[in-house]
């Protein structure tokens, strides 16, 4: 077998996020791989390294791509490239009234990813459901329990799902606090084609610290949701294999 590098660009900056032990993790599931090679960044500015990659990874949340950066990630993904987007990554918060707004203001990004975030209700135990079992994501993985942030998401182009839940609470702190609730199933997990590339996204995936939710409060309750849970961790394994296969 021949030795071939295998680049992986990872970007972890979600406000409100407990971004460092996001990072942490995901580069010790990116270090069982020894061809993998991985930049790491706090932004999408260096769009050329990012069309590079084989791989980009993204633990985001409220972090804007510029018009020239969304239409970079496009092309890195028309052109075959491969993008694991977790959680907040389809996420652009401003505050109005002491609420929480999610403008539509980077369209091309979130027609990439798929996907945009519109709301969630408070951190809850919900069921997820596989809906593809073929799939090598999720290919022998049975229905879970989990604790996590439910998202409510407006949704774009041929989504592949592979995973979904069923919840239908009011997103009380956000200004559009009934989205979403009056449908039956609300998607975790997706395949999103674009070009010769795919994404692969999972909303799972909340972790906050003692000092992440500053300015709104001084001191906040730790929180790991999902990342408590071995089967959340199976799923980025498996993700990670997803994005470094060969073509």
């Known amino acids: 077998m021949t030795d071939q590098r295998i680049d992986v660009y990872l970007i972890c ?9 996001s990072r942490l993790e995901l580069l010790k599931l990116l270090a069982e791989h020894e061809d993998v090679w991985v930049r790491v960044a ?3 500015a260096d769009i050329e390294a990012i069309k590079k990659a084989k791989l980009l990874i993204t633990y985001t949340c409220d972090l804007c791509p510029t018009e020239q ?11 075959g490239g491969r993008w694991l987007a977790l959680h907040g990554t389809n996420a ?3 505050f109005v009234d002491g609420k ?15 996907s945009r975030f519109v709301a969630h209700p408070a951190q809850q135990s919900f069921t997820v459901h596989v809906t593809d079992e ?11 329990e989990i604790d996590d942030e439910p998202y409510y998401c407006e949704f774009f182009g041929d989504n592949k799902i592979l995973l979904e839940a069923s919840y239908d609470a009011p997103s009380t702190g956000y200004v559009r606090s009934n989205f979403g609730i009056d449908r039956k199933s609300q998607p975790q997990m997706y395949l999103h084609p674009v070009g010769e590339g795919e994404v692969l996204y999972m909303m799972l995936g909340h ?10 409060m001084d001191v906040a309750p730790i929180s790991r949701c999902a990342w408590n849970y071995p089967i959340f961790y199976e799923l980025l394994r498996r993700s990670i294999k997803w994005g470094i296969a060969a073509a």
């Open 100 to 114: 929480a707004d999610t403008p539509d203001k980077a369209p091309h990004l979130m027609q990439s990813l798929g």
């Open 92 to 94: 652009l918060v401003e």
């Open 42 to 44: 706090d932004s999408y």
């Open 134 to 144: 073929a799939h090598p994501v999720t290919e022998g993985i049975e229905d879970f």
């Open 69 to 79: 950066q969304q239409h970079g990630l496009r092309e890195f993904l028309e052109n």
């Open 13 to 21: 900056n979600a406000k409100y996020h407990d971004t460092n032990f």
């Open 207 to 216: 972790c906050s610290g003692k000092y992440d939710m500053q300015p709104l």
